[in-house]
């Protein structure tokens, strides 16, 4: 059999695809915004508008890589959550044009039939850290994204968790803050609400922040004027980072882990995120065994994604498990 898969990354704004090698080398790497859809779309056109991007995607990183799809021993995807695992049908809270998608099927007809394995983009996280990122030889590891949302998975005893249905490991809807804003989820302070980019970007307009003339009101003008010294940004990005660290604590209080992977674009937003994420952490852990902890930064956020998608296919003796059948309730 062949020592190549095709990987897929889907997250909340961009679709990203690349061959990725036993060794982690990636080859023909594609990248493309997920197309805005507005609510007129979010129906059969619009979801078949997405899945179009996903599609150039695939088929640019085959043509540089010069392979075939049926050149590849499988199709591994991270894609934003929620979704019913194994089957891969997502409905991603940031991509509004997919509801009930059935992802797993269409990326199996589109590569000719070749095994096709679906799996929340955190969980695809913590595979890529600890099969070939910062995470590598670590036995218990957790991997966060702070990005458009907070995601998050888990290796065990050197092994990936699923749990029962495919959802180990979210730590953005770990509550921080119990009389926290409203999570989308349902819930309330969710570590999503409280420290994802557009969450915290809003947070910070809400109490007054102007980003600067001509710059768009993202997670990136935010870092930058907190760093020049806009209290309010600096306010609203040290709330996130606090939340991240409380999380971080919460989690290694309860799974006794080695180390913790931080990625995300948010995540990347300076020392103030990160020295707030520390302090937070510093304050919530409290024994012995939890201050352990190690914080890593992720290396290589970019391909990360990408490997952990391939460890579904190339290494599945540490990251597959897939059940034969949809987990009850499915």
Same mark, same amino acid.
């Given at each position: 059999?062949?020592?190549?898969?095709?990987?897929?990354?889907?997250?909340?704004?961009?679709?990203?695809?690349?061959?990725?090698?036993?060794? &982690?080398?990636?080859?023909?790497?594609?990248?493309?915004?997920?197309?805005?859809?507005?609510?007129?779309?979010?129906?059969?056109?619009?979801?078949?508008?997405?899945?179009?991007?996903?599609?150039?995607?695939?088929?640019?990183?085959?043509?540089?890589?010069?392979?075939?799809?049926?050149?590849?021993?499988?199709? &591994?995807?991270?894609? #934003?959550?929620?979704?019913?695992?194994?089957?891969?049908?997502?409905?991603?809270?940031?991509?509004?044009? =997919?509801?009930?998608?059935?992802?797993?099927?269409?990326?199996?007809?589109?590569?000719?039939?070749?095994?096709?394995?679906?799996?929340?983009?955190?969980?695809?996280?913590?595979?890529?850290?600890? =099969?070939?990122?910062?995470?590598?030889?670590?036995?218990?590891?957790?991997?966060?994204?702070?990005?458009?949302?907070?995601?998050?998975?888990?290796?065990?005893?050197?092994?990936?968790?699923?749990?029962?249905?495919?959802? #180990?490991?979210?730590?953005?809807?770990?509550?921080?803050?119990?009389?926290?804003?409203?999570?989308?989820?349902?819930?309330?302070?969710?570590?999503?609400?409280?420290? #994802?980019?557009?969450?915290?970007?809003?947070?910070?307009?809400?109490?007054?922040?102007?980003?600067?003339?001509?710059?768009?009101?993202?997670?990136?003008?935010?870092?930058?004027?907190?760093?020049?010294?806009?209290?309010?940004?600096? %306010?609203?990005?040290?709330?996130?980072?606090?939340?991240?660290?409380?999380?971080?604590?919460?989690?290694?209080?309860?799974?006794?882990?080695?180390?913790?992977?931080?990625? &995300?674009?948010?995540?990347?937003?300076?020392?103030?995120?990160?020295?707030?994420?520390?302090?937070?952490?510093?304050?919530?852990? &409290?024994?012995?065994?939890?201050?352990?902890?190690?914080?890593?930064?992720?290396?290589?956020?970019? %391909?990360?994604?990408?490997?952990?998608?391939?460890?579904?296919?190339?290494?599945?003796?540490?990251?597959?498990?897939?059940?034969?059948?949809?987990?009850?309730?499915?």
């Amino acid at each position: 059999m062949t020592s190549r898969a095709l990987a897929v990354d889907i997250g909340g704004t961009k679709i990203a695809t690349a061959v990725v090698d036993a060794d &982690g080398t990636l080859r023909g790497a594609a990248r493309r915004p997920v197309p805005v859809v507005g609510p007129s779309g979010a129906g059969p056109s619009g979801a078949e508008q997405v899945f179009g991007a996903v599609r150039d995607c695939v088929a640019e990183s085959l043509s540089v890589a010069e392979i075939d799809a049926a050149d590849v021993a499988g199709v &591994g995807c991270g894609c #934003a959550g929620p979704m019913r695992w194994p089957a891969g049908v997502v409905s991603p809270l940031n991509i509004p044009a =997919w509801r009930e998608f059935p992802l797993r099927d269409r990326l199996r007809d589109l590569v000719g039939g070749a095994p096709v394995f679906v799996h929340n983009d955190g969980i695809a996280l913590a595979a890529g850290e600890h =099969w070939a990122g910062v995470g590598r030889g670590v036995r218990n590891l957790l991997a966060v994204t702070v990005s458009t949302g907070v995601g998050g998975g888990l290796v065990l005893g050197g092994r990936l968790l699923h749990g029962g249905w495919g959802n #180990a490991g979210h730590i953005g809807h770990v509550t921080v803050a119990v009389d926290g804003p409203p999570c989308p989820c349902g819930s309330r302070g969710c570590l999503e609400v409280m420290a #994802a980019g557009p969450h915290t970007v809003r947070r910070a307009q809400a109490a007054g922040w102007v980003p600067p003339v001509g710059q768009p009101a993202d997670g990136r003008t935010l870092a930058a004027s907190a760093a020049a010294g806009d209290q309010t940004a600096r %306010r609203e990005l040290v709330r996130s980072g606090s939340a991240v660290g409380a999380g971080l604590a919460s989690a290694a209080n309860l799974l006794d882990l080695d180390a913790a992977v931080v990625a &995300g674009g948010f995540a990347q937003s300076g020392p103030i995120f990160w020295d707030a994420m520390r302090a937070g952490f510093d304050r919530h852990a &409290g024994l012995a065994f939890a201050r352990r902890l190690r914080i890593l930064r992720s290396a290589d956020p970019d %391909r990360v994604a990408l490997w952990g998608a391939a460890a579904f296919v190339l290494a599945a003796d540490r990251y597959g498990g897939w059940p034969d059948a949809e987990p009850v309730g499915g």
